[in-house]
Structure formats: C-alpha cells, structure tokens
Antibody
Framework: EVQLLQSGGGLVQPGESLRLSCAAS????????MNWVRQAPGTGLEWVSS????????YYSDSVKGRFTISRDNSKNTLSLQMNSLRAQDTAVYYC????????????WGQGTPVTVSS | EIVMTQSPVTLSVSPGGRATLSCRAS??????LAWYQQKPGQAPRLLID???TRATDIPARFSGSGSGTEFTLTISSLQSEDFADYFC?????????FGLGTKVEIK
C-alpha cells in the first residue's frame, strides 16, 4: 500500500524556519517525482515545489523561490521541504504528493501538515 | 503563468442527478489536465488525469473530457459521497496551477 506520512509543521513567528518531512513507503520512491502543494485556510490549492525522481531537478513557485528548498533522500525514501524566512502568507496546510511522470497527475497525497506563521 | 478558471463556483445537484463541471485554461495545456476531489479535512484525491483517464479505483460515473483550453468533469449519477469540492490542475508548464474549485452540494 502506498503511504506518504508527513511530519513537521507547527506554529512559528515571521522570519523563522521550519522543516517538513514526508516518509514514503509501498512504492519505488526514486521512480517518482515528488511535490509539495499547500492550501491556505478556506482557499484553493497552490503548487509549491517539485523534485525529479532520479535527476533531482527542482522547481519552485515564485512565491517561495529563494526561501524554500526541496530535497529528497532516495536511500531513505524521504522528501523534505526546508522553509526559511517564513511569512504570514505561508500559513497553510502543506501536502506532499507523488507524480509518476509527465502525463500523470498527483496520484497519492500525504495527510497534510499545518504550518502557521504568526507573531 | 496559466490561469485555470472553474465554473460554476457552486453546483447544487440532487442525489442521482448529473453534475457537469467546467475548467478553462488561459493557454492551451494539451491533455495535461487533472481533476481532484477534496472533502473537508482530507487531502485531495486524484480522479482524472490526462484529461480523460480515470485514476485507480475511481468509479465509472466520473468522466473527463476536453483538450487544449476547455475541459469538463461529469459525474453521471451523484452519490452521497460525491458531494465535495473539485479542483482542476494543469501540469503542461511551470508553474503548475489549480483552479479555485467547484463546490458540489446537495440540492
């Protein structure tokens, strides 16, 4: 069974840092691109960042570029999102999700982890 | 950035009825379009990708169509568990973008 188990998140002050993790199981992790998507309270979904399966190529939304870093450890089946210089606008539930390849959607999602940035 | 516009914002349908949801892209996305269902407090669930391919374990009452800039998600006979929010997403080009969603509610 495919599982994406998220950890991290919580309440931080503006300007602080936080690290999210996503532990994958039940599939060959390196065969999938991995992604972060967030959802601010009462709003829709926003793509945040993606990382390729084997090539590790990374992509970021303009809203987080230069502040967030996505990474993966294929030996430990783990995805991470290092979030620095957090802003109130980053407050959201963050989801990790996998994607098989170019023609496919985000077919499995983590349970989500809330991040609140507030003084 | 490709803007995804969903309509209507809210759709009221009777159980057993038919729901037709629309998604329009500001630029062509070929068939690189997915639909997701989300219920309160849950993660989104993939329904359709490639504009028309049902994901694993998705019932046949869900169908997707379209290509380029105009897409449709049809739920042929609404069951109680289908009342939820639905989002479209393009993955043709970076940044990937989502529509703001359609809420399907009980009439």
């Amino acid at each position: 069974e495919v599982q994406l188990l998220q950890s991290g998140g919580g309440l931080v002050q503006p300007g602080e840092s936080l690290r999210l993790s996503c532990a994958a199981s039940g599939f060959t992790f390196s065969n999938y691109a991995m992604n972060w998507v967030r959802q601010a309270p009462g709003t829709g979904l926003e793509w945040v960042s993606s990382i390729g399966g084997n090539d590790g190529k990374t992509y970021y939304s303009d809203s987080v570029k230069g502040r967030f870093t996505i990474s993966r450890d294929n030996s430990k089946n783990t995805l991470s999102l290092q979030m620095n210089s957090l802003r109130a606008q980053d407050t959201a539930v963050y989801y990790c999700a996998r994607k098989k390849g170019g023609y496919y959607g985000l077919d499995n999602w983590g349970q989500g982890t809330p991040v609140t940035v507030s003084s | 950035e490709i803007v995804m516009t969903q309509s209507p914002v809210t759709l009221s349908v009777s159980p057993g009825g038919r729901a037709t949801l629309s998604c329009r892209a500001s630029q062509g996305v070929n068939s690189n379009l997915a639909w997701y269902q989300q219920k309160p407090g849950q993660a989104p669930r993939l329904l359709i990708d490639g504009a028309s391919t049902r994901a694993t374990d998705i019932p046949a009452r869900f169908s997707g169509s379209g290509s380029g800039t105009e897409f449709t998600l049809t739920i042929s006979s609404l069951q109680s568990e289908d009342f939820a929010d639905y989002f479209c997403q393009q993955y043709e080009s970076w940044p990937w973008t989502f529509g703001l969603g359609t809420k399907v509610e009980i009439k």
